[in-house]
């Protein structure tokens, strides 16, 4: 029997989507790098770097959400799309509003070209916002193209048969591996901080490290145990390593050198990376923070869709039947 070889036409179609998330991260590299000039000394500036630069993540996005538009077959995969950006964009506007002044500083404000938004202490620049949605929705929307296209076949074809095989019977469950290693890494990092640090760095609390270990580490530490099966781990690797890869680009080589916004030594652990402009290894860490929380927030709305977890009584009737409809619940 011979094995079977797809056509020319549908090799070039499996291609199709790959392609264009490539040319448009690299259309979108060369725009952001383009905004880079050299002065008579030989000084680099980016006269609205940081505005442009955000085509890194919005070109892709742009790819995906045709692909997502284009597939009707979504009945679980949309609610639990908008339900995790939901989360996800609080998450991170609270982190802008809240905290934005405490852990970061803009000292290039020419690299911006919008107004400026509200945030506690001084505004900051509106393209801080922008960040987090064009973020947040490309990590998601490239795990999802990645789970339900390029790696199918990796992916949990039915979560309710799933969900009944795996003997779970809450979704919610405390680990507390999880939490005593991430208040280990809390505690090291202070001690870190207050004994082996730079001079710059040395002193305070690792605020900025506390946070991305709360938001990457609550997610795991409440729904890890039931959603991990149901990860598509490969999926997860290739979103990862893309992240990587537009992040180098755009923080390492060119927001960190060009002052488009850097952070507080005070509120640093102090471990920084010498060939990326001293950039602290924070910055590194939430490349990885972001990634998986995004998934396994994502995971787990679908995991309770499939589990038919319903609203608490509390919550109003119509509210109640609204979620039914809209989460797709057996009656």
């Given at each position: 029997?011979?094995?079977?070889?797809?056509?020319?036409?549908?090799?070039?179609?499996?291609?199709?989507?790959?392609?264009?998330?490539?040319?448009?991260?690299?259309?979108?590299?060369?725009?952001?790098?383009?905004?880079?000039?050299?002065?008579?000394?030989?000084?680099?500036?980016?006269?609205?770097?940081?505005?442009?630069?955000?085509?890194?993540?919005?070109?892709?996005?742009?790819?995906?959400?045709?692909?997502?538009?284009?597939?009707?077959?979504?009945?679980?995969?949309?609610?639990?799309?908008?339900?995790?950006?939901?989360?996800?964009?609080?998450?991170?506007?609270?982190?802008?509003?809240?905290?934005?002044?405490?852990?970061?500083?803009?000292?290039?404000?020419?690299?911006?070209?919008l107004?400026?938004?509200?945030?506690?202490?001084?505004?900051?620049?509106?393209?801080?916002?922008?960040?987090?949605?064009g973020?947040?929705?490309?990590?998601?929307?490239?795990?999802?193209?990645?789970?339900?296209?390029?790696?199918?076949?990796?992916?949990?074809?039915?979560?309710?048969?799933?969900?009944?095989?795996?003997?779970?019977?809450?979704i919610?469950?405390?680990?507390?591996?999880?939490?005593?290693?991430?208040?280990a890494?809390?505690?090291?990092?202070?001690?870190?901080?207050?004994?082996?640090?730079?001079?710059?760095?040395?002193?305070?609390f690792p605020?900025?490290f506390?946070y991305?270990?709360?938001?990457?580490?609550?997610?795991?530490?409440?729904?890890?145990?039931?959603t991990?099966?149901?990860?598509?781990?490969?999926?997860?690797?290739?979103?990862?390593?893309?992240?990587?890869?537009?992040?180098?680009?755009?923080?390492?080589?060119?927001?960190?050198?060009?002052?488009?916004?850097?952070?507080?030594?005070?509120?640093?652990?102090?471990?920084?990376?010498?060939?990326?402009?001293?950039?602290?290894?924070?910055?590194?860490?939430?490349?990885?923070?972001?990634?998986?929380?995004?998934?396994?927030?994502?995971?787990?709305?679908?995991?309770?869709?499939?589990?038919?977890?319903?609203?608490?009584?509390?919550?109003p009737?119509?509210?109640?039947?609204?979620?039914?409809?809209?989460?797709?619940?057996?009656?």
């Open positions: 029997m011979t094995e079977y070889q797809p056509s020319l036409t549908a090799r070039m179609r499996q291609l199709t989507m790959p392609g264009l998330l490539c040319g448009s991260i690299i259309l979108a590299g060369v725009i952001a790098l383009l905004t880079v000039t050299v002065d008579d000394t030989r000084q680099l500036s980016s006269p609205g770097g940081y505005t442009w630069s955000l085509g890194l993540w919005y070109l892709p996005v742009l790819v995906l959400v045709v692909w997502f538009l284009r597939r009707r077959d979504q009945i679980i995969q949309r609610p639990a799309f908008w339900t995790t950006l939901i989360i996800l964009l609080f998450t991170g506007f609270a982190l802008d509003y809240f905290f934005a002044n405490t852990f970061f500083v803009f000292p290039n404000q020419d690299s911006t070209l107004p400026t938004a509200p945030a506690r202490g001084e505004w900051v620049p509106l393209e801080e916002y922008l960040f987090y949605v973020g947040f929705l490309f990590v998601l929307m490239m795990y999802i193209w990645c789970d339900e296209d390029f790696l199918l076949r990796y992916n949990v074809p039915d979560y309710r048969a799933e969900w009944q095989k795996s003997g779970h019977s809450r919610l469950g405390f680990d507390w591996f999880v939490f005593i290693m991430a208040g890494a809390i505690v090291l990092a202070w001690i870190y901080k207050a004994t082996a640090a730079g001079e710059t760095y040395r002193g305070g605020g900025y506390t991305l270990a709360a938001i990457g580490v609550a997610p795991a530490m409440g729904f890890l145990r039931s991990r099966r149901f990860i598509n781990w490969r999926a997860f690797s290739v979103t990862f390593l893309t992240v990587v890869l537009i992040s180098i680009l755009w923080e390492a080589t060119l927001a960190a050198p060009l002052g488009w916004w850097f952070y507080r030594p005070e509120e640093m652990v102090g471990i920084v990376v010498r060939a990326w402009s001293d950039l602290p290894v924070e910055a590194v860490l939430v490349w990885l923070a972001v990634t998986f929380t995004t998934v396994i927030v994502y995971e787990a709305v679908k995991v309770w869709q499939a589990s038919g977890g319903g609203l608490p009584k509390f919550v009737r119509l509210l109640r039947e609204r979620a039914r409809r809209m989460y797709n619940f057996e009656d």
